[in-house]
């Protein structure tokens, strides 16, 4: 197994990355990512070569979960967060695009906004993602198949309102 300052420099950034999408707040995500690689050190826990990334994802998400549910996320204004993810093209058209869809995943419920992030954002197949939550194949399929319905029915919604 490579050594923590290693899996480090390899993941931080995709640790942070899905923390942001996650929690839509850049300093409860660097919270997170740190409290993370913190984990890593103390537990020390073997990991299986080449499933680092997904160990450190799961308990990404596992602790973006537990604040999620605490108090202070009620207080979060969703479709705030200015979208670090999505390099600025010189399309402004294509840009307004992926901040609609941006704005549109973050509106997912939670279960949905993780399958369709771990999905498409971070390139994991469904087996890895039904191992990294715990869950049957199927419901992450499932969740896969809701999650982009409901994408597109906000989608088709925010298009109806800038066209009123």
Same mark, same amino acid.
């Given at each position: 197994?490579?050594?923590? &300052?290693?899996?480090?420099?390899?993941? +931080?950034?995709?640790?942070?990355?899905?923390?942001?999408?996650?929690?839509?707040?850049? !300093?409860?995500?660097?919270?997170?990512?740190?409290?993370?690689?913190?984990?890593?050190?103390?537990?020390?826990?073997?990991?299986? &070569?080449?499933?680092?990334?997904?160990?450190?994802?799961?308990?990404?998400?596992?602790?973006?979960?537990?604040?999620?549910?605490?108090?202070?996320?009620?207080?979060?204004?969703?479709?705030?967060?200015?979208?670090?993810?999505?390099?600025?093209?010189?399309? #402004?058209?294509?840009?307004?695009?992926?901040? +609609?869809?941006?704005?549109?995943? /973050?509106?997912?419920?939670?279960?949905?906004?993780?399958?369709?992030?771990? /999905?498409?954002? !971070?390139?994991?197949?469904?087996?890895?993602? +039904?191992?990294?939550?715990?869950?049957?194949?199927? #419901?992450?399929?499932?969740?896969?198949?809701?999650?982009?319905?409901?994408?597109? #029915?906000?989608? !088709? &919604?925010?298009?109806? /309102?800038?066209? +009123?």
């Amino acid at each position: 197994m490579p050594d923590f &300052e290693e899996l480090y420099e390899r993941y +931080a950034t995709d640790v942070l990355r899905v923390c942001y999408f996650y929690l839509g707040d850049r !300093q409860k995500a660097e919270d997170v990512c740190q409290d993370v690689f913190v984990r890593l050190m103390v537990n020390a826990p073997q990991l299986e &070569e080449g499933r680092e990334k997904a160990w450190l994802l799961k308990v990404a998400l596992n602790r973006c979960r537990d604040l999620w549910r605490g108090s202070w996320a009620r207080r979060v204004v969703l479709g705030s967060p200015v979208f670090e993810l999505i390099p600025a093209p010189d399309d #402004t058209a294509r840009r307004d695009d992926e901040e +609609a869809m941006m704005k549109a995943v /973050h509106a997912l419920p939670p279960p949905f906004r993780e399958v369709i992030m771990l /999905h498409y954002y !971070q390139n994991f197949g469904i087996s890895d993602i +039904a191992g990294m939550l715990g869950l049957p194949e199927g #419901t992450i399929s499932s969740r896969l198949s809701r999650g982009r319905k409901k994408l597109e #029915t906000i989608l !088709q &919604e925010g298009t109806r /309102h800038e066209s +009123a």
